[in-house]
């Protein structure tokens, strides 16, 4: 019977050509095998299994996606529900932060961040107490440090939440939508400048520090001391971040033009039941400012004598929630005198 059909079927198709050719039509073109007669060519559909490699971009999309909706899922087995995520503009790449579920919250652990890139399993997990992520003047996610394009992200941790404990930065380079933790990173990446104008940032950083003595949180705020520190710079040779370049001096000879000019304001001021902050920032600036651009210690020091002279510590013990008693300008000189500072002798890494 399936012949039979099939043989009808020939028939007509030829009759209807020959009628074509007999109207002055073009000639037909060669008929298709008997088997296949009268069955529609199916359509081409898109292949249901993994992108080919000659399609790196949907690849690495895909391995990205897979990525997320793997780690999405050990956070949920963790006892966590995801509450935000950043996205990294132009990258497969992003930043999720979670909160803790109600049956498994901890006293100081309120948060977690998950830095998800490209890679498989390429994961960077932290957790605290209060967790941001920073952004440039410009409202950009991804920060410049080394003055070879942006390509980090900067992430505040705080250890037990608002007002509580001093915020850390986890810095995080970000090449080839893959995150990682850096060797070296400035001590603090948000202050940043261009003092110089050559295109590479310098950040501030700790070059000293003078406590006075140990303070309440309401008086004093979450270092619990009262304490003045002097910034150094640090900015990056090629390797790492160096607070010990040479290029670093004509910065710290205009620094310490600015800390005279405030210790001339100082010296007219009214120094009696005053606390003396600020001029002991300005005392600790001209000290370490003078060593760094080749003052002798002697020199450096009796600068800083001079701005202290006629002030009293005690008065602190009145305008601040001292826990104890505020050290006297000969201790904070004993220690502003050892203090260790960098060598500028170094060059940056081409």
Not at 145 to 160: N, Y
Not at 163 to 188: K, M, N, Q, W, Y
Not at 288 to 304: D, I, K, N, S, V
């Amino acid at each position: 019977m399936r012949g039979h059909v099939v043989g009808v079927w020939s028939a007509v198709a030829v009759l209807g050509l020959a009628g074509i050719a007999a109207c002055g039509g073009p000639p037909p073109a060669a008929a298709p095998p008997v088997a296949t007669v009268g069955v529609p060519a199916p359509a081409p559909r898109a292949s249901s299994g993994p992108p080919t490699p000659e399609d790196p971009a949907l690849v690495h999309r895909l391995a990205f996606q897979q990525n997320l909706e793997r780690t999405l899922a050990r956070a949920r087995d963790a006892g966590w529900v995801e509450n935000r995520r950043v996205v990294i503009p132009g990258h497969n790449a992003v930043l999720v932060v979670y909160e803790p579920m109600p049956d498994k919250a901890q006293a100081t652990i309120q948060q977690r961040i998950d830095a998800i890139g490209a890679a498989p399993d390429n994961v960077i997990s932290r957790e605290s107490g209060m967790i941001d992520v920073s952004r440039t003047r410009q409202n950009k996610l991804l920060w410049d440090l080394r003055g070879k394009g942006a390509h980090s992200v900067l992430v505040a941790l705080t250890p037990c939440g608002a007002h509580c404990g001093i915020p850390e930065t986890l810095v995080l380079d970000l090449d080839d939508d893959r995150f990682s933790v850096p060797a070296s990173a400035p001590a603090c990446p948000t202050c940043r400048h261009d003092l110089d104008g050559d295109g590479i940032p310098e950040f501030d950083f700790p070059l000293l520090q003078l406590s006075i003595g140990p303070c309440s949180h309401a008086s004093c705020g979450n270092s619990y001391a009262l304490e003045v520190e002097v910034q150094g710079y640090a900015s990056w040779d090629g390797q790492r971040f160096a607070k010990n370049l040479a290029l670093f001096k004509p910065l710290y000879d205009k620094a310490l033009e600015k800390a005279r000019g405030e210790a001339t304001k100082l010296a007219s001021a009214s120094k009696a039941g005053v606390c003396p902050t600020d001029a002991l920032r300005v005392a600790g600036e001209l000290y370490a400012y003078g060593r760094l651009t080749g003052q002798p210690a002697g020199t450096a020091l009796a600068a800083a004598d001079a701005v202290m002279s006629g002030y009293s510590m005690q008065p602190c013990t009145k305008q601040h929630d001292l826990l104890a008693g505020p050290k006297s300008w000969r201790v904070l000189r004993g220690e502003l005198s050892k203090t260790r500072l960098p060598t500028l002798d170094a060059k940056r890494v081409k």
